[in-house]
Structure formats: structure tokens, C-alpha cells
T-cell receptor
Framework: AQSVTQPDIHITVSEGASLELRCNYS??????LFWYVQSPGQGLQLLLK??????LVQGFKGFEAEFKRSQSSFNLRKPSVHWSDAAEYFC???????????FGRGTSLIVHP | EAQVTQNPRYLITVTGKKLTVTCSQN?????MSWYRQDPGLGLRQIYY???????DKGDVPEGYKVSRKEKRNFPLILESPSPNQTSLYFC???????????????FGPGTRLTVL
């Protein structure tokens, strides 16, 4: 069964600094990978996804993620963080033939002015 | 506007009193699901539905029931709630992929349930 690890529970960055949120998955074939963002008091919203093709995918709000098969990773990056990016970020993986997607435990992003 | 709605948004109840949380989507998605979110545990799927009258267990189905009589609605039923079901619940819907899994999920705003 697939699993997702987000090793960082909290990350604190200064506004304007770069950001990388880590995500590692455990799955044999090519997974379907997602990053979702949850703002306080709201549901999750898709940031970006990877199914196949170009391993560097772009999302909204200037986020991008790179699929690295050799490292089983799908890390989320942003070159310059804005205060409005403070939120909870979830990595998720889907497996062909399974309709039970697996979510990581989330990383809480704190942005200092 | 494409959306998933849930009601109620907040609910405080007592042990054993049956309750239903409603979920509706207007995107004609065939797939719908329920999750619970608990601190430090991320999201765990309770039940999902591939289409009308087709439902299946997720990772944590014990103590919950669902039904899918119409494509747009997917209510979550707690027949006899217990305090360990105190949680934040999300409904979600999506299309499915040709590879046999879920595509982008659209989440409702959440229902915060407290069982005393």
C-alpha cells in the first residue's frame, strides 16, 4: 500500500525567503501526486498535481514541485514566500486501481514578516 | 460556481444521538468521499463512492454509514456517535482518471463535530 511522509511538522520562514516542503512516498509504479493547501478554517484546495510527463509542474500562487523517481520525492518549492502563504500543506498520492488516496500528515507553514 | 457544500458546519451532540452530515456537489463528479482530519494524523478516508448506489470502505469506516441515492449527494451518518468521533470532517468529490484512481479532489468547507 502506498504511504506518504512529510517529515516536517512545522516550517518557519521569513517573508521573501525561499521555501521547500518535503514529501516522500512509497509506491512501486508511477504514482499520481498532489499538493493541497488548507488555509485556516477552510477545506483543502489543489495547488498542483503530477500524473506523467514533465517532472517539474507548476501550480498557482507561484508554487512548483518536482517529481524525482530516484528519490521517491515530490517536494514543493516557492522562490519567495508571501505572508498569505501561511497555511497547512498536504502531500497526497494516488495509486492506479485504488480509490483511496493517501495523505501525508501535513506541514504547517509559518511566515514571519 | 463549482462547489462542494456541507451542512452543518458546526455540530455539538451527545453520545448515542444519531446524526447526519449532508454533502452536495454541483460538478457532476462520479466520485465522492468523506474524510476525517485529526491533529497530527492528516486526512483519513472514511468511505467513498464511485457512483450512485456504489459505496466502499476507506481506511477508517467503523462507526459510520453512507448512502449515495443521487449523484450529487453523499450524506455521512453516525448512528450512535461516540466521543472518539469528535473530529473535523470533510466531504470531497472528483472525477476519476483513466489510470483508475482519483483526479483532483474538490473539498467542502468542513464540519466540526464534537461528541460529548
Amino acid at each position: 500500500a502506498q504511504s506518504v511522509t512529510q517529515p516536517d511538522i512545522h516550517i518557519t520562514v521569513s517573508e521573501g525567503a525561499s521555501l521547500e516542503l518535503r514529501c516522500n512516498y512509497s509506491y512501486g509504479a508511477t504514482p499520481y501526486l498532489f499538493w493541497y493547501v488548507q488555509s485556516p478554517g477552510q477545506g483543502l484546495q489543489l495547488l498542483l498535481k503530477y500524473f506523467s510527463g514533465d517532472t517539474l509542474v507548476q501550480g498557482f500562487k507561484g508554487f512548483e514541485a518536482e517529481f524525482k523517481r530516484s528519490q521517491s520525492s515530490f517536494n514543493l518549492r516557492k522562490p519567495s514566500v508571501h505572508w498569505s502563504d501561511a497555511a497547512e500543506y498536504f502531500c497526497a498520492v494516488g495509486e492506479g486501481g485504488s480509490y483511496i488516496p493517501t495523505f501525508g500528515r501535513g506541514t504547517s507553514l509559518i511566515v514571519h514578516p | 460556481e463549482a462547489q462542494v457544500t456541507q451542512n452543518p458546519r458546526y455540530l455539538i451532540t451527545v453520545t448515542g444521538k444519531k446524526l447526519t452530515v449532508t454533502c452536495s456537489q454541483n460538478m457532476n463528479h462520479e466520485y465522492m468521499s468523506w474524510y476525517r482530519q485529526d491533529p497530527g494524523l492528516g486526512l483519513r478516508q472514511i468511505y467513498y463512492s464511485m457512483n450512485v448506489e456504489v459505496t466502499d470502505k476507506g481506511d477508517v469506516p467503523e462507526g459510520y454509514k453512507v448512502s449515495r441515492k443521487e449523484k450529487r449527494n453523499f450524506p455521512l451518518i453516525l448512528e450512535s456517535p461516540s466521543p472518539n468521533q469528535t473530529s473535523l470532517y470533510f466531504c470531497a468529490s472528483s472525477f476519476t482518471t483513466s489510470g483508475g484512481t482519483t483526479d483532483t479532489q474538490y473539498f467542502g468547507p468542513g464540519t466540526r463535530l464534537t461528541v460529548l
